[in-house]
């Protein structure tokens, strides 16, 4: 059942604690060591946002890990086969028949078998979600990104830490969410709703959450 969770500790030195904004429960995980750029209601606020333009089922939950490059570059290597460490990874739970279909460029088929037992997946006993994934922050690379001017949707953006940060949850989630960038149609689409809904996310932090806690860019 859903509640008010106290913060909890990690056993690497970091914290995680949820944030309930319904329909949705937010998994902030910080790890040990991380530098604290904004609030954990901040994040899922925004997080919450691009779950809404994505037309994510809910109830559900997400995780949100806010980590180095250290972390990064093992997991991108293991799950993506590249060297080095990157700015966000996701890995969604459900394939992106779970989610409204969106303009993509390419013919994509949509097997309606798929999506009824999708719908079935999300029909849980009452008190009960689905875990649509989880993001992976780099919170180390977005300071660096920021500072350099290297940050933004054209990597070429001097901003703060927090709006590369914010940024990046709010792109990794989309990735959750069934988008992609590999088609310049979808790529497209994808940073228009990701700027809708930065622009959308309230000037301070929403005060009426309930706190508790592989795609690449």
């Not at 922050?137 to 914010?166: F, K, M, N, R």
Request: hydrophobic letters at 45%; glycine letters at 10%.
């Amino acid at each position: 059942m859903d509640g008010d969770r106290p913060e909890r500790a990690e056993p690497d030195g970091g914290t995680t604690a949820s944030v309930y904004l319904p329909p949705f429960r937010i998994d902030v995980t910080a790890r040990g060591g991380v530098v604290h750029l904004v609030s954990r209601h901040r994040l899922a606020a925004v997080v919450r946002l691009a779950l809404e333009a994505a037309g994510a089922p809910g109830p559900a939950s997400i995780g949100v890990v806010l980590s180095d490059d250290r972390e990064l570059a093992e997991l991108n290597a293991v799950h993506m086969g590249h060297s080095g460490p990157t700015d966000v990874l996701s890995f969604p739970f459900f394939p992106a028949e779970a989610y409204p279909a969106h303009e993509r460029g390419v013919p994509v088929g949509r097997d309606p078998w798929v999506a009824a037992a999708l719908k079935q997946a999300f029909a849980l006993p009452p008190g009960l979600r689905a875990h649509l994934g989880d993001v992976i922050v780099s919170v180390e690379t977005a300071i660096v990104q920021a500072t350099d001017g290297l940050g933004g949707q054209t990597g070429d953006v001097g901003w703060t830490p927090v709006e590369e940060l914010l940024l990046l949850a709010v792109h990794g989630t989309l990735h959750v969410c069934g988008w992609d960038h590999a088609e310049p149609v979808e790529e497209s689409a994808m940073r228009a709703l990701e700027r809708k809904v930065l622009e959308s996310l309230p000037l301070h932090d929403a005060e009426h959450a309930s706190p508790a806690a592989a795609t690449d860019r």
